[in-house]
């Protein structure tokens, strides 16, 4: 509780005027300057200048710290979830992890060159292109033909051939 009794007010900047006042204003303001009233005026109060339906009341952080409690538990709370969603997760990134090396792959033939195989009926790409080469090069006379007409070919040649 304080008691403040205040006997006159500045008629320049408006405030209470004791043994210490000082004025602080500019000389260039365009204020209305006046006289030093004299009213005298007891005031009771805590300490703060309210008005008329002011009450006194005891301050206390209370209500802080209420909040801080509230926005914690929330923030315990949303961590929670967000852990239970993260071990949810995991969880599922294990399963489709186990899930994928337990699928059976695709059974695939074994590997062998086209030149190598023997197999009539193979439907690789590779064999097929290779055997019907080899079949339109022997129809053509390619294996067979060439040592017959090696020498006839080197004689109608146009270009030298190292033949002295």
Known sequence: MKVRLDLATCGTCGKRRGV??????SATSKRRKTRTRIKPRVTVTCGKARGLRHTCTIRTDFKKRLRQ?????????????????????????????????????????????????????????????????????????????????????????PRPHGVA
């Open 20 to 25: 210490r006042h000082t004025c602080v204003t």
């Open 69 to 157: 409690k509230a926005r914690a538990e929330k923030t315990a709370e949303r961590r929670a979830r967000a852990a239970v969603a993260r071990a949810k997760r995991e969880a599922l990134r294990k399963q489709l992890k186990t899930e994928a090396k337990a699928k059976k792959k695709r059974p695939r033939a074994a590997p062998h060159a086209p030149a190598t195989c023997r197999l009539p009926d193979c439907e690789r790409y590779g064999c097929v292109k290779y055997r019907n080469g080899f079949v339109d090069g022997h129809e053509d006379g390619y294996d067979e033909g060439f040592p017959d007409g090696y020498d006839e070919g080197i004689q109608n040649c």
